[in-house]
């Protein structure tokens, strides 16, 4: 997690955002997370100018970052300053020509992002069961499934193949399964198929924009998903919109860990997460009664922990 700098003297954020390209980078960073690379085909500028630029608001205080795999994501700083900050970006945003192409610009970079995730899901699909998932084990499914208390509505988010929501089905009245890879949603409508499961729907889409109605499902399901989101605060919010009053969110999900080779071998987007994490971004969310445990250890190297996460919409 970040941790809070002091708050930037209006002095140095006169001084730094008087430079029409540190304040286009400033409204990019302003709603997404961003590479040097990302920022580069964006802006189409070189690496090195954009690496003083960031080191320039750094310096003042506007832009942290954090190390994810090779690169540095940056984004604003939130210190204290972002009132003056949000002042001068809502006026340059209108007075900068750039800036609108440039929103477009960065949509296509982190549609390129999604597509590479979802590209690595489409190829292992219908064999995914077969190979190795870091933190999807029995017993922590068990220990999720004993808070259940069917029937009930369930959405599986971030389904994969399937096979959890194949599991949930025997007691549940219904199953909606959503995933963002239509190979994995091919396989499991096959699997479905072929076990005669009537009561589970699959549905294509994103948890950060869940094909969903509002206040229809009593149970949410992230097992080991979460980690896979871009935005998980987005995913978590979404949960909270699909689920009836009184219902309740399950996310298994792994501990935070450093085997950094997670991002390539498994298209993760976060090395998991802390209960902290969990507790926080549910709370944030509109959760309440959250409940957090590690519910498995595995003994292999890198010895990935499993989180368990309950929490209820009031």
């Not at 304040?23 to 500028?45: D, F, K, P, T, Y």
Request: proline share 4%.
């Amino acid at each position: 997690m970040y941790q809070k700098p002091a708050m930037p003297s209006i002095v140095k954020i006169l001084r730094v955002v008087a430079e029409p390209n540190r304040l286009r980078i400033l409204l990019l960073l302003r709603g997404e997370e961003l590479s040097v690379a990302e920022l580069q085909e964006i802006l189409v500028m070189g690496q090195s100018t954009i690496s003083t630029h960031l080191s320039q608001l750094k310096q003042a205080g506007l832009v942290e970052d954090r190390r994810t795999g090779k690169n540095n994501l940056y984004r604003l700083t939130h210190s204290g300053g972002e009132d003056v900050l949000d002042q001068l970006l809502d006026r340059a945003k209108d007075e900068i020509p750039e800036a609108l192409p440039d929103q477009s610009a960065m949509r296509r970079v982190l549609k390129k992002r999604q597509d590479k995730m979802r590209a690595f899901f489409d190829s292992v699909a219908g064999r995914l069961g077969k190979d190795y998932i870091p933190g999807k084990s029995w017993k922590s499914l068990a220990e999720a499934l004993l808070r259940l208390m069917p029937p009930l509505v369930i959405a599986d988010l971030g389904a994969g193949e399937g096979g959890f929501a194949l599991l949930l089905a025997q007691r549940a009245q219904k199953v909606i399964a959503v995933d963002t890879s239509a190979n994995m949603i091919e396989v499991a409508r096959e699997q479905a198929r072929r076990n005669g499961v009537t009561n589970v729907e699959y549905r294509l889409g994103d948890m950060e924009e869940l094909p969903i109605d509002t206040a229809v499902v009593d149970v949410v399901f992230f097992s080991q998903s979460l980690h896979h989101a871009l935005h998980p605060d987005r995913a978590l919010q979404e949960a909270f919109r699909i689920l009836r009053p009184a219902g309740r969110i399950v996310i298994l999900d792994l501990a935070r860990h450093r085997f950094e080779e997670a991002r390539e071998l498994y298209a993760d987007e976060w090395l998991g997460f802390s209960e902290a994490d969990l507790e926080s971004l549910l709370q944030k969310s509109g959760f309440g009664n959250v409940q957090t445990s590690v519910v498995d250890k595995e003994l292999e190297t890198p010895q990935f922990q499993t989180l368990l996460a309950v929490a209820d919409k009031p």
